[in-house]
């Protein structure tokens, strides 16, 4: 089956070549009917499983699509070139030396999306961002970063604030889990206000209470503070869940209760949380850690010997809340 497959793509490879020549009769290649051939052709090897083939037929395709001035097929027959790459190798980009090449797979979507922009295609643009940055996320986070920022920006340009705003989700979480914290909070405040504009508020207090989580770990109680007093304006934001537990945090926060920290911090409204946000909670520590007050305030002394074993169970926390 694999070697019929072959074959059928070196046919349309020749049938490329002949369409491409000149004669007295013909002055001019014929670009159209070389790109379809060349399409056929890495269809055919893409079946035959041979990846590297069907990627330069791909390219083949792309540039004589180029040359007929048919940029948008030109782009689609790119971004399959660097689709080839990442298929070639599967989960080998994961643990082999063959990663090196998911860069040079990325550059071909990139450059494809840039050909899709200029064809005034910006959403299909913004799609194969979005896929670039599902590729490489498992090896190079910063990348993946960069690209669903740049995908948020054109769906955004576009007033499609609901797809901008998940890719902002996919970047800010990305950014938490690099520690890029100062980072995470702008894209947090951007995210928020996109949900605002398009009046999805219980999601503006998700991001509320991620900002809280961020700020408290860039050690900026100021600015965790100011995020819950700002979303107050929200519709049904003052008295909510999210709102009694970021306030319960932040007094803990401030008058270096732990056990409060921690009550709040281990509650199922932020253990349930994105993953990269609710580490941030159980990992959270407060100032000047330790016990927890309440065990210095604990009674004393007693024949039962029940306050000796009530310290021991406080000392689970002791030295933050992780």
Request: charged share 30%.
């Amino acid at each position: 089956m694999a070697a019929q497959k072959i074959n059928e793509a070196h046919e349309h490879i020749a049938k490329a070549e002949k369409c491409l020549k000149t004669s007295l009769t013909k002055w001019k290649p014929d670009f159209d009917s070389a790109a379809s051939e060349y399409a056929k052709a890495a269809v055919c090897f893409k079946n035959a499983k041979q990846y590297e083939q069907a990627k330069d037929a791909y390219l083949k395709e792309a540039e004589y699509h180029t040359e007929n001035k048919a940029l948008f097929h030109a782009a689609k027959a790119i971004e399959q070139a660097g689709m080839m790459m990442k298929v070639s190798h599967g989960e080998a980009f994961l643990s082999t030396p063959e990663q090196k090449k998911m860069p040079e797979a990325i550059q071909y979507i990139e450059k494809a999306c840039m050909m899709y922009m200029e064809n005034g295609t910006p959403d299909t643009a913004a799609m194969a961002l979005d896929r670039a940055g599902k590729l490489i996320e498992p090896l190079n986070l910063e990348k993946a970063v960069d690209l669903y920022q740049k995908a948020a920006g054109v769906f955004e340009n576009e007033d499609r604030l609901r797809q901008a705003v998940e890719l902002l989700g996919k970047a800010s979480r990305l950014l938490v889990r690099l520690k890029r914290l100062d980072e995470a909070a702008v894209a947090l405040q951007k995210e928020k206000n996109m949900y605002k504009e398009i009046e999805n508020f219980p999601m503006c207090f998700k991001k509320t209470t991620a900002q809280v989580l961020v700020h408290l770990h860039r050690g900026d109680y100021v600015a965790a503070d100011k995020c819950v007093r700002e979303s107050y304006s929200l519709p049904g934001y003052s008295g909510s869940e999210d709102c009694v537990a970021m306030e319960t945090l932040l007094q803990g926060y401030d008058e270096q209760d732990e056990d409060q920290a921690y009550r709040v911090c281990n509650s199922p409204l932020l253990k349930y949380m994105d993953n990269d946000y609710a580490k941030l909670a159980i990992s959270l520590k407060v100032p000047g850690g330790g016990k927890k007050k309440k065990a210095a305030a604990a009674p004393q002394g007693g024949a039962s010997g029940a306050p000796a074993a009530a310290n021991e169970e406080e000392d689970e926390y002791e030295g933050g809340l992780c």
